[in-house]
Structures are given as C-alpha cells and as structure tokens.
C-alpha cells in the first residue's frame, strides 16, 4: 500500500538554511507531562512515570533542515517528534502534541513542506496495533517499514516525514494535522492486518 505514485519533487533552493536552536520561552499543560519529555522540553524535569520510549531522529527528512523559522508548518522537536504546528509565536511554536493538546515549543527543525507523509500506524503501549501468531506487533513492523520506505523515497529525491518516529501514540487527527499542514501530495497510512482464518475481504486497521 506504499506504492502509490507521487508527483515530481519540489525544489529546494528557496529553502533557506537557519540552524535553529531557540531559548526556551514555555512548558505548558500539565496534563500533557509525558508529551512534554517526548517533545524534549528543556525545562521540563518530570519525566519520571513516562513509559514513551524517546524516538530516534534518523528518520527525519534531510529536505526540512533548510527552513526559516517562520515559515514552519510542522516541527521536528529535538527528540525527534513531528508535530503539526498551529503558529509560529518567535522564538517558539504552538504546536499540537501526540497526545492532541496543544503545546508552546521552544525548539525544533520547522518543516515547511513534504511531498509524501507516510503514518505508521498505531503506537504506544495500548495501541498496539494486530499481533501475530509469532508476536510480531504490529506497530513495529508498521514503523520499520515506514523508516525504510522513506529511506527509499529520500533515495529518489521526494522529501519524506513520517507522523510517528517512535513508540508513542498519535491520534488520528494529528496524523492528519501533519499532512494537511505540510501540503503532502501524498499521505500513505501504513497497517499490517493479522486476521483470523477466513480472513476478511474489508479493509481494516
Ligand atoms: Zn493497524
């Protein structure tokens, strides 16, 4: 289901490069404390009970580092978490979380634009997703192929940004939110489905 086919790839040149490191300006929302150590908040400390496993950033695009902050439309945090950005308040961002509240990051890669978003789906520790007869869970076999796939798209010059870098969950209306907020021409929502014999002719998650 990732073979669809996508158009030609952008130009980078009006891409402008600006490491950036910001200051930190807010850690906000309590509730949302094992977002905050996911999303790498330098102020935040509490991150004792967090079970999110800290996602890698190999997997983020190499096509996104070259962005001005002001132009960002989704962020990739220092712990490489994407996340839909909402608007860009110098020097940080409103964002939306994983877990859907919104969130003022200090610092992050902005990410203007994708061509491909692909969703590896489920995540986290009670979405887990189908598992098979050999334990194989279906949340990571639906990352690893998302990374690979994305190394080979990178490969043919599409930038490429995946919803989810690690084991953590993202609601399906962030997901979303980092597509449309990325323009992708193409968002692929990666699954593996583990039926029970006879199967299922529907479509499923
Ligand atoms: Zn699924």
Redesign the pocket.
Known sequence: MVGRTVGVPRGGSRRLAVPVILALLAAVMASCSIDEAALGQAASTTTSGSTTTRPTTSTTDSATSLVEPADARALITPTGVIVPVLGVELPGYRVTAPCGDELLVSAGTPIAEADVVLDP??GGEVET??VGANGLI??DL?LRLARRTALELKRRRYSVVLTRTGDYRVPLEVRGAIANRLDASVFVS????APAPPGSDRP??
């Not at 990666?190 to 489905?193: K, T």
């Open positions: 789906g489920h997703g189908a279906e949340k639906n990666i699954h593996h489905n499923g998650t």
